[in-house]
């Protein structure tokens, strides 16, 4: 090595380590003036060892100068969901570890911002919002971890201006929405926004009139779904289609055999909308005549329990139905999120959620119409949060004049009540929509209450693909899968026509009134099941009635967006 190369080599440690010192002194100061009520020791050590992580793995030094807007603010990666130094933000719980899941980065007096966002921890916007907030929701039980104010002192913004929440997608990755809350609205990529909540895919900037400008980014993407609406490839930057007063984007929501789900943006309501649009081409007809029948028994819905179908649109290769946009994720997902932290949802949110499925499930059956297949996949969480509006989604099975039985067994087999399951392998029988539609409420409640099945308690998921995957994983050939398949699918069958539903000690013994509804729900003669009205009149729900329904009126109906409203 020549003298020159020497003095290079030791002049790059030099400098790295000059700015390895440089970095982990910016980060440390971030943290300087422990919140209240935070013990300062704790909260040094806690700081110092962010801080450390803040420059970990930095070997190599800058060639040039750091500009002045480097990230040399905000120690993104190993916050939580928040900014870190006074005033513009306050930590109101500092975690030695946080899943950062998406970032909110913006510009501010010439230092580049980047917020962390983590699941289930919502960021608050505004001019005041934790004042905002904790009044908003001093009714429920919040059970969030870290709760995060970002302030923003300008006139222009609201006390409590908007909400970002983050949420696991049913797919694996993360659905980004943003809750507005202001007089001014946002502004979502040049389109405002206002009193609604609406999904920032990666890449989408949101501006606060007369203030700040933030560019979503996801740390977790979900996987490439296949775009048949656009071009197979699809575009680095998200493409657009005008289809009517609608704006659809290449941005998929979720994918089947036949449709895709695109987001959208309607420009008569100036809100978000899911587009589904189902291929019109040879070979489609009978999923296509499900689809028309869903979109017609849709059409004529108008409940806040149930997913909405504002207009339907059709060109020479698809018909485009534009859906109400739920930004929660589903039912199923949310369950799951409480048995991964090995703990089960509260009884009264739980009971919140029931009392709504019960009243969607009852205007539904008003109108003679039986749903099918009811299960925690097709209901549809409004928003994110605790205590969320729910509503019912997928209605290609459901069925009018549900009072007549049917020999056309449909749904999925762990929430078919007994009588389906006897239809399934003997064609002669038949049953009736709407005692299958409690049936399955009644699982769905159990599961809710414990976080299991009550008789699929075999298999890792009620997913064919998944039941594969594990055995793949484990070596196994696909007819030794395919047998195991089938084998776990005939003692599911044999357990749900026993009807024998097992209530673990001690979970269910605190669980009494819950219980009881449980039964009426489960019980094996459809002639003598609970329907969804005395199930409304059951002691678990009535107790809590006067409860149940002011909540319902303030926290639903009152909040009703105006695209709800047309």
């Not at 587009?275 to 029948?293: A, Y």
């Not at 389906?420 to 409640?445: F, N, R, T």
């Not at 696909?478 to 699918?489: P, V």
């Not at 669980?511 to 003669?525: C, M, P, Q, R």
Request: proline share 6%; hydrophobic share 40%; net charge positive.
């Amino acid at each position: 090595m020549s003298a020159e190369n020497l003095l290079v080599a030791y002049a790059n440690e030099a400098r790295a380590a000059r700015y390895i010192l440089k970095d982990y002194v910016n980060a440390k100061l971030l943290f300087c003036h422990p919140p209240t009520e935070v013990d300062e020791k704790d909260f040094n050590a806690q700081t110092h060892e962010i801080s450390l992580r803040r420059v970990a793995g930095k070997k190599k030094a800058p060639v040039t100068r750091v500009g002045k807007d480097a990230d040399t603010f905000i120690a993104s990666a190993f916050l939580p969901p928040t900014l870190a130094s006074e005033p513009y933000s306050k930590i109101t719980n500092l975690q030695k570890s946080v899943d950062i899941c998406a970032k909110l980065i913006t510009d501010r007096n010439g230092h580049k911002e980047v917020i962390g966002l983590s699941i289930n921890r919502p960021l608050t916007i505004g001019r005041n919002p934790e004042r905002r907030f904790a009044l908003r929701y001093i009714d429920i039980h919040f059970r969030l971890n870290v709760l995060s104010f970002y302030v923003i002192p300008d006139s222009s913004v609201s006390g409590l201006h908007c909400t970002i929440f983050a949420v696991r997608s049913p797919s694996g990755g993360v659905i980004v929405s943003c809750q507005d809350s202001s007089k001014n609205g946002i502004i979502l990529n040049g389109h405002r926004i206002k009193k609604a909540s609406v999904i920032l895919m990666n890449g989408d900037s949101i501006r606060i009139p007369d203030s700040l400008t933030f560019t979503c980014t996801h740390v977790w993407k979900d996987p490439v779904e296949k775009i048949s609406v656009f071009d197979p490839t699809p575009p680095p930057q998200p493409a657009r289609k005008h289809i009517g007063h609608y704006v659809v984007t290449s941005q998929c929501l979720g994918s089947g055999s036949f449709a895709t789900v695109h987001l959208a943006l309607s420009m008569d309501r100036r809100c978000q909308v899911a587009c589904k649009s189902i291929r019109t081409k040879k070979g489609h007809r009978d999923e296509l005549g499900q689809v028309m029948k869903e979109i017609k028994i849709l059409m004529g819905l108008n409940h806040p329990n149930i997913n909405r179908i504002f207009d339907t649109q059709e060109d020479q290769h698809f018909i485009h139905i534009f859906l109400q946009l739920c930004t929660g994720g589903d039912l199923f997902t949310y369950i799951n999120s409480f048995t991964e932290k090995d703990c089960k949802m509260d009884e009264d949110e739980v009971k919140y959620i029931m009392f709504q499925l019960l009243k969607g499930l009852a205007y539904l059956h008003d109108k003679m119409i039986s749903h099918r297949d009811l299960k925690p996949e097709n209901i549809l969480l409004h928003a994110p949060g605790p205590y969320p509006r729910i509503q019912i989604a997928d209605f290609g099975l459901a069925r009018p004049k549900s009072y007549q039985e049917t020999f056309n067994v449909c749904g999925t087999v762990s929430y078919l009540p007994p009588e389906g399951i006897l239809a399934l392998d003997q064609k002669h029988l038949g049953y009736v929509g709407m005692p299958s539609d409690c049936w399955s409420a009644g699982i769905i409640l159990y599961i809710m209450l414990s976080g299991s099945h009550p008789f699929d308690f075999d298999a890792p998921s009620d997913s064919c693909n998944a039941w594969f995957s594990q055995c793949v994983a484990e070596s196994q050939s696909i007819s030794n899968c395919s047998q195991k398949y089938l084998r776990g699918e005939a003692r599911l069958k044999e357990r749900i026509i026993s009807g024998e539903v097992d209530f673990p000690w001690p979970l269910w013994s605190k669980l009494v009134e819950a219980k009881v509804l449980v039964n009426l729900l489960l019980i094996h003669d459809p002639a003598k099941r609970a329907t969804v009205y005395k199930a409304l009149q059951s002691p678990w729900i009535t107790d809590d009635l006067v409860m149940l329904e002011g909540a319902y009126r303030s926290r639903i109906i009152a909040s009703l967006s105006s695209a709800e409203k047309i």
